[in-house]
């Protein structure tokens, strides 16, 4: 089954609100890479060990990555090396449309996005 790899859970605003990451669960099962309280700038070696630890298993031709906002900014580049360390030559982002689709009337939704390096 895929998975979809979330960068890093997102933090609640201050009004409590998160992203609702359901349209994000149809192209597989969610997996935090990064909780929230995870500061990755502040020891990168340490984030570096904990992303390749959860990224072991990601297959490039079925997992997405995917940032939902709201947390640290450099998780996003330690997940993205992480994986090209790993040796993945190619990896699937969710990219979000803030565009309806046809089986989303009320908002957006989440569409893949290939990137090969």
Not at 3 to 15: A, G, W
Not at 70 to 98: E, I, R, T, Y
Request: aromatic share 12%; hydrophobic share 40%.
């Amino acid at each position: 089954m895929s998975k979809v790899y979330i960068i890093q859970e997102p933090c609640p605003r201050s009004d409590g609100w998160t992203p609702d990451l359901s349209t994000a669960a149809e192209h597989g099962a969610l997996v935090n890479v990064f909780d929230k309280a995870d500061r990755t700038y502040a020891d990168t070696t340490a984030a570096v060990a904990k992303a390749k630890s959860k990224l072991k298993n990601f297959n490039p031709d079925e997992d997405f990555l995917l940032w939902a906002g709201f947390a640290d900014p450099s998780s996003q580049w330690v997940v993205s090396m992480s994986l090209v360390a790993l040796g993945h030559k190619k990896v699937n982002f969710l990219f979000w449309s803030k565009r309806p689709s046809a089986a989303n009337k009320q908002g957006g939704y989440y569409f893949p996005l290939s990137i090969q390096v």
